[in-house]
């Protein structure tokens, strides 16, 4: 996906964990670990409640990648979150094919609460993929 303006950022919607990928992104901010200003968070209790017509939705209103940042197996609500998750990444996935999007527009990656520094780091490959003038 070429980008209208060089100079800016792809934006990306990051859904976020309340209890456990949250505080690690917020304290990416208090350790002043930089990353694109186009990154958005939204907080969800669980990733595994994330709903696949909620990514599409995202993408077809002009987010330019999805990254879920899961619970993994710190997870309150349930041990099978990731295996959930993972479902739901894949069927979005799979639905994103069909609709001619490239599906590495979503991704997913565990970020427990005090991976800011992990984070950061998929935030910034994320990006220097959807930057790329192919996608």
Not at 61 to 90: H, L, M, N, R, W
Not at 100 to 126: N, Q, T, W, Y
Request: hydrophobic share 40%.
């Amino acid at each position: 996906m070429a980008l209208g303006n060089v100079t800016s950022s792809p934006k990306i919607l990051v859904f976020s964990t309340e209890k456990i990928s949250d505080p690690a992104i917020d304290m990416a901010g208090l350790l002043k670990l930089h990353y694109p200003p186009t990154v958005y968070t939204l907080p969800v209790p669980c990733s595994s409640a994330i709903k696949p017509r909620w990514i599409l939705h995202a993408l077809e209103q002009g987010f330019d990648g999805v990254f879920i940042a899961a619970d993994g197996t710190d997870c309150p609500y349930g041990e099978s979150c990731t295996e959930k998750t993972g479902a739901i990444v894949s069927m979005t996935q799979q639905m994103m094919k069909e609709k001619g999007m490239d599906p590495a527009r979503l991704k997913m990656a565990a970020i427990c609460s005090v991976c800011s520094e992990p984070f950061v780091r998929h935030v910034k490959s994320f990006t220097e993929y959807l930057s790329k003038p192919s996608n």
